[in-house]
């Protein structure tokens, strides 16, 4: 055999070595746990760690493990509101608020609607330094927000993902796909 035969012939075998730990890592990377909060039902990773909520405020609070570099987690929390606690914009603007930009302003806010079967669910992102004082006060530089407005006529659910920026985007693909997989029983 000639020489590129016999490279492409040992690339082909390197790859076919390499394809069952690379499956392995994307059935890793796809598993899931149904999480159950206020009538609502969806498929979260596995890895993220569903806690008791520390308030009445909140039905939901799971940690989001760090991503190297980072040493803190983000952390999902799903608050309900019956009524609905204002409208969407209303909501948006609240999120922006809390973060800042270098030069102290509000950061610019990335919207876009997604659907759960029937369901149309605002996403909100923005990034910056966070500041809040609920549930604690937290003044945290390069955190960032993902979160999700859902409303039916009886209740505002909003799920609030936040933390440090580079976690909170790696968890963005998988939080949207969780909130694409939101079944209501109600």
Avoid: C, H
């Amino acid at each position: 055999m000639n020489r590129p035969t016999l490279a492409t012939l040992a690339s082909m075998g390197l790859m076919l070595a390499l394809a069952p730990a690379s499956q392995a890592q994307e059935a890793k990377a796809e598993e899931t746990q149904t999480v159950k909060a206020g009538g609502l039902s969806f498929e979260a990773p596995a890895s993220w760690k569903v806690n008791q909520p520390r308030s009445q405020m909140r039905l939901l609070e799971i940690a989001i493990p760090p991503v190297e570099g980072d040493d803190k987690p983000g952390e999902l929390v799903l608050f309900a509101f019956p009524g609905g606690a204002g409208t969407v914009q209303m909501n948006v603007r609240r999120w922006q608020q809390q973060f800042t930009t270098e030069d102290g302003g509000n950061p610019e806010i990335e919207t876009e609607t997604i659907k759960a079967g029937d369901a149309e669910i605002t996403v909100v992102e923005a990034a910056g330094r966070y500041r809040t004082q609920i549930p604690t006060p937290v003044d945290e530089p390069d955190f960032r927000l993902i979160g999700g407005i859902y409303t039916t006529p009886q209740t505002g659910y909003f799920f609030k993902l936040v933390g440090p920026d580079k976690t909170v985007q790696e968890a963005g693909p998988a939080f949207r796909a969780m909130l694409q997989s939101m079944k209501t029983s109600q």
